[in-house]
């Protein structure tokens, strides 16, 4: 990869750093306050936050500074060290996930060769943090939380890799970049203006891609770790304040890193339609072009959430394991079949 | 297996919800965002709910009606009703009667901060001495406040409604909310400040009260 504008590495690593710190929570208030709060909101016929700010928009940032000014509490016979070290864990994977997240040809904070897998890897230890969580607080209803995230990794874990390989055959690379470029640089049955987004391609992979984030993530129909009429909150019942503040954060940050990761798989990523792969003005463009692509797809994410009861921890694993598995299978055979013969 | 129309259907149901909340106009005008129009929110500060009849606000005291029997205050399940009262002599209701004998209130709180709200009290209340009322607007600054005292009670009287029966036949169970006018009943208060003589210790006066309601 070519230095961003000849500077050297500190610079950049500065620049891309402070960058990335300013996105992630940005990110994570946009879907917020676009769905949690508004969107929500308007499916039950209510108005949502209407006051802070314009349109209730300050909202989540008044929320903010609330628990940040709330007691740190920790149950008596809690880990201690565990206890405050599973939020930072849980922050840290959908931090991590934003690394390889390409929005422009050199307007990506590190192109990994192995993006995918990177990605891949990274997104499954929030997980860790949970079961942390679940277990440092020396409660019952947390530690079957985090048991229930645990257990739920079985589940989806699979179905989301297998559903990414069919990508990756698709588009001879694991490198996030190569695989915007080969849906850039793809041709519909010689027709190539929109290049070949790979959902007309993978539909059944980005179908099952759709369900298995939405496992990962925990929303709704698959969200038994959190499960608030039961469990109260699952994992993170005995946290308050800032430590609260940061599994909220995670938890949006990550269905926002998901959203793009299934954009560059699915959607075409940033490029935009006309453009030379490698135009800097993509630099620019590609961000935004990116950014409402993303919302499209976390919107999905969130109506789904706001539309389904909760599963059954056994009814994921069912559903996972005889639906979701032989499905990503078989879509893999295909493509593979396809990638030989064509 | 999932049924897939089922969860297509689902999508729809809150898509259009959303949509109709969002964009409630018709017409010309139907692609204005007016949620405000289009929610059922009451935005409470700035406008008011208009509570039903029944709903559960706060409980007044018709003061005239209670003869401090303690019925209230053993059946309330957090403890949060506390009187005291005394008796006084009355004349007689008729000509050549016996000069009776009535309770009077000295005290009757209570504790809204302790108060859940069960409506025991009013069920078992023999004498058509409390009622609900739907006002909801009495918060304070300070927990203490909250213990509302008998004048404050019966200011309560003011905003319970006249009820409509739950339905025909059913006039016998509905309580009939008490007019203020002058044939009401007993008016011990009245009587006590004209000059009557007190009779037993406020304690005693309770306790015998107490056992005669329950004959």
Known sequence: ?342 | MPQFPGLLKGLGVTARTAARTLFPKRGMRTLIPAPQQGSVTVQYPHEKEAPPDRARGVIALHEENCTACMLCSRSCPDWCIYIEGHKVKAPPRRAGGAVRSVNVVDRFDIDYALCMYCGICVEVCPFDALFWSPEYEYSEPHIADLLHDRIRLSEWMETVPAFEDYEPGSEQKVRQVPDFGPDDFAPARKLEADGARELASESDGARELASGAGS
Do not use: C
């Open chain 1, 1 to 342: 990869m070519t230095g961003l504008l000849g500077l050297a590495y500190w610079a950049e690593t500065a620049i891309k750093l402070g960058v990335a710190l300013v996105v992630i929570p940005t990110a994570a208030l946009m879907l917020g306050y676009l769905f949690l709060l508004k969107m929500m909101a308007f499916m039950q016929s209510r108005l949502g936050p209407t006051d802070v700010g314009p349109y209730g928009s300050l909202q989540l940032i008044a929320d903010a500074v609330k628990f940040l000014q709330k007691e740190d509490i920790h149950p008596a016979a809690a880990d201690r060290r565990v206890f405050r070290a599973a939020p930072v864990v849980v922050l840290a994977s959908s931090f991590l996930l934003f690394v390889v997240l390409p929005t422009g040809p050199d307007a990506v904070v590190e192109n990994l060769d192995t993006g995918i897998f990177y990605a891949m890897a990274v997104s499954s230890l929030s997980v860790l943090g949970v079961l942390m969580a679940g277990w440092a607080s020396a409660n019952k209803y947390a530690l079957l939380g985090g048991l229930r995230a645990a257990g739920q990794l079985i589940a989806y874990e699979l179905p989301l890799i297998l559903a990414v390989m069919g990508v990756v055959i698709q588009a001879d690379s694991l490198n996030l970049q190569e695989i915007v470029r080969a849906q850039a640089e793809g041709e519909i049955f010689g027709f190539g203006l929109i290049g070949n987004p790979f959902i007309l391609t993978q539909f059944i992979g980005f179908l099952i891609f759709m369900i298995s984030a939405q496992a990962e993530l925990t929303q709704t129909p698959f969200d038994m770790p959190v499960a608030e009429t039961e469990l109260v909150g699952g994992f993170h019942v005995e946290y308050t304040g800032f430590r609260f503040l940061l599994f909220f954060m995670a938890e949006v940050a990550t269905a926002f890193a998901f959203s793009a990761l299934a954009t560059v798989m699915f959607l075409g990523g940033w490029w935009i339609p006309g453009f030379d792969f490698d135009a800097p003005i993509l630099n620019v463009l590609g961000p935004v072009v990116m950014l409402a692509k993303i919302l499209v797809v976390a919107f999905i994410i969130f109506w789904i959430r706001f539309t389904y009861p909760r599963l059954r921890e056994d009814q994921l694993q069912k559903f996972a394991w005889k639906v979701l598995i032989p499905l990503s299978l078989a879509n893999i055979v295909v493509t593979g079949i396809f990638k030989v013969v064509l």
